[in-house]
């Protein structure tokens, strides 16, 4: 949960630094190739601003070893794979968000197995 916190929030602070270069890392086009009256610049600020106030949150939770939050982020994670994948058959996302639903889906299954593993008399404390 920590490592996943950090390298959301550290993501977070990308887009909200160089927006250009989160473009870029999604393989999206950066605002200087876009036309004028383009919004892609607040899209990417709100994004951020969520992926850093989200990584700060896992990195909290898993500093308290909040195991209720662990367990919730386990079907919204998969919701989110759900998202991604589906606005990209539909054509609603570019490619390049296969692997963000990749990251959620891995991420999920990972999370859901570390906890199964656990409760079944695992390495680990309650």
Not at 3 to 28: C, E, N, R
Not at 47 to 67: C, F, H, I, K, Q
Not at 92 to 117: D, I, M
């Amino acid at each position: 949960m920590a490592v996943f916190g950090v390298l959301a929030a550290a993501l977070g602070t990308v887009g909200l630094v160089s927006p250009d270069t989160q473009l870029s890392l999604l393989g999206l086009a950066t605002p200087g190739e876009r036309g004028s009256g383009d919004h892609t610049p607040a899209f990417v600020t709100a994004s951020s601003t969520a992926a850093l106030n989200m990584g700060v949150y896992y990195v909290l939770a898993a500093l308290a070893d909040w195991r209720a939050f662990f367990r919730w982020t386990v079907p919204f994670r998969l919701l989110t794979c759900t998202v991604f994948t589906v606005a990209v058959i539909g054509g609603r996302a570019p490619e390049a968000f296969v692997g963000v639903a990749l990251w959620e889906g891995l991420g999920a299954v990972a999370t859901g197995a570390a906890l199964r593993y656990e409760r079944r008399g695992g390495t680990g404390t309650r």
